[in-house]
């Protein structure tokens, strides 16, 4: 597009560097926009309005339920992340006793219909420091995406008393 002349871009060195007149913190709290929910392999994808501070997080206040309201809920403590400072974006592994029991659970996980996640605003601040909004139990986010178990069990062990 040519009908706007070019505007050029002036370096300023560290000699010439200016101080801002006005600087405006941060405040408003990050916000989970979407997330995805597979039961196998069992994993989380978080996506974040803004970067959130990944040494931060808590899993004790994240959970998943069935339904968006108030239900049978299980917390995902036994989980993981793959390291990193900041990012909108945060997969989860979920550690396989948390995907036991959330495989226990009539329901949950099978479709967006049946998987809701709530979270307390501990769970992760923001880069200033922000604590997160949190998600209610009474009023849960539902999943974007879900990918159910297709995985058949198998006989792993077994014990024979005679």
Known sequence: DTSVPAQFVIAIGK???????IYIADTLAPKIVSFVFSLDPAYLTLNF????D?????????????ASTTSPSVSVVQSSHTPSDMDV???ITIARAASDNIKAVAGLGKSILSTYLT????????M??????PILSTAGQQAQQTKADIVR??????????
């Not at 990944?54 to 069935?66: E, M, V």
């Not at 979270?119 to 923001?126: E, Q, Y």
């Not at 200033?128 to 909004?133: D, H, I, P, Q, V």
Request: no cysteine; glycine share 2%; charged share 10%.
């Open 15 to 21: 000699i010439q560097a200016q101080q801002a007149s």
């Open 49 to 52: 309005d803004e970067p959130v």
């Open 54 to 66: 990944l040494t931060t997080l808590d899993f004790s206040s994240l959970a998943l339920q069935n």
């Open 89 to 91: 974006f945060v997969n």
């Open 119 to 126: 979270v307390a605003s501990s769970f992760v601040k923001d």
């Open 128 to 133: 200033a420091g922000n604590s997160l909004t």
């Open 153 to 162: 069990p198998s006989l792993t062990a077994f014990t024979l008393d005679l």
